[in-house]
């Protein structure tokens, strides 16, 4: 079928869809959802057999809904209608929630429903709730309803329109909520728009929050500082508050916008990004980065424990990123946020290639990159550095730089890629700029195995693959043939070749007359909204 996506971004389960709707065959083209105008410009354009609207924050026009069956996904169980939905769940402490997909008509969210889908809630953020559980539930949803094209749907007595959440809604009453409301209030919110409150008199809006205990001082204040993060005692503990953002700017850790205001806050451990584990022969590097962005300092962290890691008596290491992002690169807000963006994004990327490097040349241990979540952009290419990339079926892989102003990109990817995929795939897998999904990657050799499970139980799953790995049978022989290999390699070309030709690329990209990526990087960290779908997503616009 030829179907169209229309979206008010392409965000993570956009991605998905885009990705499993293609693994099975459908012509599948993508429309950011501008005006109306744009949209019934798009539809005569791309003439699709079916509409699917994945992430929308307006009405479908008219014109559209009457002449073409749209199907919604409303982030919802069936009768619940309006916006802010899954905020309303997280406030209202729902212990289930649902997603539905329904036919768009005059009435919001009061179409036929097609499919829909329930979940159990777990206590995390908006953004991490939408990229799991949401994104699953909507994925089946949506491909059966495609199953039954192009069948009807069931018409429900449509429950009361909620309006959307406001500030006031999730407003902190620092003097009578609890940790667990207080956690509650600031998940609603995150990643976007946050809690607006004040801190150390400071207007911002709060963000990336979890318990604090045993911490706890008086309510509403400010009573220590740690890793980033500042703790603020509640009326029953205290909860840290990891990132904060100014009224006109984007997320930075909280340490790093309160500033000076923090002199004289006790210093204490705050909340760890990395943690590493070790069960029989294998240890595990968890980094769980806000929003797998790494910044220069994390990417030092990470390396030193990386190298801690390699220090222990296991067989094998595996590089577990985090639960909602394995990595996504150089971090983009530090950048922007630097005295000279251009000089931050050459640290940063310099320390993303030192720890690439460390990883690539490691000869003690074997090493294994284990994505149960999505990566991007450099993310991805230092998961190749490992010599085995695992990763969960429905993870999306964004194996390219170029939407970022054209940036060269680095993380010895160079060598990386073509050593896996071959020169051929290599280049079109950066020029298309697509998502990718595991089995498309598996094809490619970006992706050597593919798990089967839950986001929940994928560490449990890369733990005993792991553990047989290290104590397989041709162990010593592999550890061996990868030296052997890694030295071959190096007298054709040395790595340092490598770094030195992606670095002169970036070197322009961030000090070069052609100031595109300092553009997309600050639009990125700002989300200034999209004037028009770019071609490799728009397909019926390039052949028009
Ligand atoms: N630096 C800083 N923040 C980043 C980031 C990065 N490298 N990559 C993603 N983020 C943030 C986004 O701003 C967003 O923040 P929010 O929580 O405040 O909304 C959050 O992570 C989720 O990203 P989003 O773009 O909404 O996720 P997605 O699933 O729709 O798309 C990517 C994933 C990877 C395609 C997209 O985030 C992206 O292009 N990131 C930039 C990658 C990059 O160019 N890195 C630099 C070169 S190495």
New binding site residues.
């Given amino acids: 079928m030829k179907i169209l996506l229309l979206t008010h971004?392409?965000?993570?389960l956009?991605?998905r869809l885009f990705v499993d709707l293609r693994r099975l065959g459908h012509e599948v083209t993508v429309e950011f959802d501008i005006n109306d105008q744009v949209t019934v410009e798009a539809v005569a354009l791309a003439r699709p057999h079916l509409v699917i609207a994945p992430f929308l924050k307006r009405a479908i026009p008219e014109e559209v809904w009457r002449n073409h069956l749209c199907l919604v996904v409303h982030p919802g169980p069936e009768g619940d209608r309006g916006a802010s939905s899954l905020d309303w769940a997280i406030l209202e402490g729902r212990s289930e929630w649902g997603v539905t997909v329904l036919q768009a008509e005059a009435g919001m969210d009061a179409g036929p429903v097609w499919e829909s889908r329930r979940f159990a809630m777990r206590p995390a953020s908006k953004?991490s709730l939408y990229?799991h559980e949401v994104t699953e539930a909507a994925v089946e949803a949506v491909l059966a309803a495609v199953a039954r094209f192009p069948g009807e749907g069931r018409r429900i007595a449509p429950g009361p329109l909620r309006r959307p959440v406001t500030q006031a809604d999730r407003a902190i009453d620092w003097q009578r909520d609890g940790t667990a409301a207080v956690l509650r209030k600031i998940r609603s919110a995150?990643?976007?728009p946050g809690v607006a409150d004040r801190i150390l008199g400071l207007p911002v809006f709060l963000?990336d929050a979890r318990d604090a205990a045993p911490l706890s001082g008086a309510a509403g204040a400010v009573i220590a500082e740690g890793g980033g993060a500042v703790a603020v005692g509640t009326v029953d503990g205290a909860v840290w508050i990891g990132h904060l953002?100014a009224p006109d700017g984007?997320?930075l850790p909280a340490g790093q916008v309160l500033g000076t205001r923090l002199h004289g806050l006790p210093e204490v451990a705050g909340p760890s990004h990395i943690r590493y584990e070790e069960q029989g022969g294998v240890g595990i590097l968890h980094f769980a980065f806000?929003?797998?962005?790494?910044s220069t300092a994390q990417c030092g962290r990470l390396l030193q424990a990386y190298h801690q890691a390699l220090r222990r008596p296991t067989r094998v290491v595996v590089l577990a990123g985090g639960a909602d992002?394995w990595s996504?690169?150089?971090?983009?807000?530090?950048?922007e946020a630097a005295a000279s963006p251009a000089d931050e994004s050459w640290r940063n990327?310099n320390a993303?290639n030192d720890l690439a490097r460390a990883v690539i040349t490691t000869t003690s241990h074997l090493t294994v990159a284990a994505l149960g979540a999505?990566?991007?952009?450099?993310?991805v290419?230092l998961a190749l550095a490992a010599d085995e990339v695992w990763a969960r079926r429905g993870v999306?892989l964004?194996p390219h730089?170029k939407?970022?102003g054209n940036?060269y990109?680095?993380?010895y990817w160079t060598y990386l890629l073509p050593r896996r995929a071959g020169a051929e795939a290599a280049r079109r897998v950066t020029a298309a700029r697509l998502?990718m999904g595991v089995d498309e990657a598996r094809e490619c050799k970006l992706v050597d195995r593919v798990i089967d499970c839950g986001h929940d139980s994928f560490t449990c799953e890369i733990k005993l693959l792991a553990e047989s790995l290290s104590a397989a049978e041709g162990y010593p022989e592999r550890l061996f043939e990868k030296k052997t290999s890694l030295e071959q390699d190096e007298k054709i070309r040395p790595l340092d070749a490598y770094r030195e030709a992606e670095l002169a690329e970036m070197s322009l990209n961030f000090y070069g007359f052609d100031p595109s990526y300092h553009v997309?990087?600050y639009n990125?960290?700002r989300?200034l909204a999209k004037s028009r779908t770019p071609l490799y997503l728009a397909t019926h616009r390039r052949k028009a």
């Fill in positions: 971004a392409f965000n993570s956009s991605q953004s990229r995150d990643g976007m963000h953002r984007f997320k806000l929003n797998g962005a790494m992002f996504n690169g150089i971090n983009l807000n530090q950048i990327i993303m999505n990566a991007g952009a450099g993310g290419f999306i964004n730089y939407g970022m940036l990109g680095s993380e998502p997309a990087r990125f960290v989300k």
